[in-house]
């Protein structure tokens, strides 16, 4: 009988330390026992030259800094539109000329597909030629994982999965956007298969815009095709472009970051009337250093003042990565319901 007991008691310490450790997806981000030690990547966007076939001093500026100010960085991920031209060899070859800094010292770049990847030669009236959309000329010039143009990898307990979406884009009359079946079916398996606790997407237009009613429409198309995946498979943190500004929101549980700061022309931010009181955004030139602790990503947004030059934190965000003290409560709770409860009311029932 005495086997029994302990053997039952065992069962209830399980089966209630089970339940109440069953926490929603994203609560840790490493399993490893022992020490974690912290690191960090940068996330920057819209990088492109302002005309065509010319340097960009802005990008190349902002570019040093990032190097200069983040020794230990252990990648730079890039939310899209390195170049104004994407479609064109001469506009890579100045892009590289000028982050040298990085080339130089063999910085990991992850790109994201933007819409001027695509873009060729400009024509008199501010148009562009034929768009090369098999992504050619990006693939030439870039080494990504996968097949270049989408793709994923796990680094430290984390799973980043980079979505292309300028594959299919109509600008005429009603905004139109659509992933090919390939690339969807992909996202999919991608994630259902995703081990890691804690996951984030960079696509380069966004769900979420605060620049124009326009802008405002074409994320809602973008949200449409892409949110319900992010919100089935559990995706914690979006990283965007596409919109020249910082813009930080938080909807549906995901968090979203529009990083597009790092050269381009900025963009006003002069549609808010549909952002959330907890939104915050500005339009300055920045970047964003994401840091990785055992528990929390710390992510900072170092902005410029162009009057000034100088650089300050102009927000942060903090994602709490797992609760270790709801864990070990779920634990005291179930040696104490064994001992307290379980084994005194199986005692009385073997006396009698």
């Given at each position: 009988m005495r086997k029994k007991l302990i053997s039952f008691?065992?069962?209830?310490?399980?089966?209630?330390?089970?339940?109440?450790v069953n926490f929603p997806n994203?609560?840790?981000?490493?399993?490893?026992?022992?020490?974690?030690?912290?690191?960090?990547?940068?996330?920057?966007?819209?990088?492109?030259?302002?005309?065509?076939d010319d340097t960009n001093i802005l990008r190349e500026v902002i570019l040093d800094d990032v190097f200069i100010s983040n020794p230990n960085l252990e990648f730079i991920l890039h939310t899209g539109d390195m170049t104004n031209n994407g479609g064109e060899q001469r506009d890579w070859d100045l892009y590289y000329e000028d982050i040298d800094l990085h080339v130089e010292n063999n910085v990991t770049f992850y790109y994201t597909v933007g819409n001027h990847e695509t873009y060729t030669y400009p024509l008199p009236d501010g148009s562009y030629g034929p768009p090369e959309l098999n992504f050619s000329?990006?693939?030439?010039?870039?080494?990504?994982?996968?097949?270049?143009?989408?793709?994923?990898?796990?680094?430290?307990?984390?799973?980043?999965?980079?979505?292309?979406?300028?594959?299919?884009?109509?600008?005429?009359?009603?905004?139109?956007?659509?992933?090919?079946?390939?690339?969807?079916?992909?996202?999919?398996?991608?994630?259902?298969?995703?081990?890691?606790?804690?996951?984030?997407?960079?696509?380069?237009?966004?769900?979420?815009?605060?620049?124009?009613?326009?802008?405002?429409l074409q994320a809602n198309v973008i949200r449409k095709v892409l949110e319900p995946i992010l919100i089935e498979f559990g995706v914690d943190?979006?990283?965007?472009?596409?919109?020249?500004?910082?813009?930080?929101?938080?909807?549906k549980g995901i968090q979203h970051i529009v990083t597009g700061g790092a050269g381009a022309p900025l963009a006003d931010t002069g549609f808010t009337g549909h952002a959330l009181?907890?939104?915050r955004y500005f339009s300055k030139y920045h970047y964003c250093?994401?840091?990785?602790?055992?528990?929390?990503?710390?992510?900072?947004?170092?902005?410029?003042?162009?009057?000034?030059?100088n650089k300050s934190i102009d927000d942060t965000i903090t994602m709490y990565l797992k609760e270790p003290s709801k864990t070990r409560i779920s634990y005291f709770f179930g040696f104490t319901v064994v001992l307290f409860w379980v084994i005194p009311h199986l005692r009385k029932k073997i006396k009698k």
């Open positions: 008691s065992i069962c209830i310490l399980f089966l209630v330390s089970a339940v109440t994203n609560l840790l981000v490493s399993k490893a026992v022992g020490s974690y030690e912290p690191w960090h990547f940068i996330a920057l966007g819209d990088t492109r030259n302002w005309w065509p000329t990006y693939m030439a010039n870039v080494e990504m994982p996968g097949n270049e143009r989408y793709y994923s990898f796990d680094h430290k307990g984390i799973h980043f999965i980079f979505i292309n979406t300028d594959e299919y884009w109509i600008h005429e009359g009603a905004y139109e956007f659509d992933i090919t079946t390939e690339q969807k079916d992909w996202i999919i398996n991608d994630l259902a298969s995703n081990t890691m606790n804690f996951t984030i997407a960079s696509f380069h237009r966004p769900c979420y815009s605060v620049r124009s009613e326009s802008r405002y943190l979006v990283f965007s472009g596409h919109d020249h500004y910082y813009y930080n929101t938080k909807r009181v907890a939104d250093n994401v840091t990785v602790t055992e528990e929390v990503i710390t992510i900072d947004a170092h902005a410029y003042y162009e009057e000034s030059g």
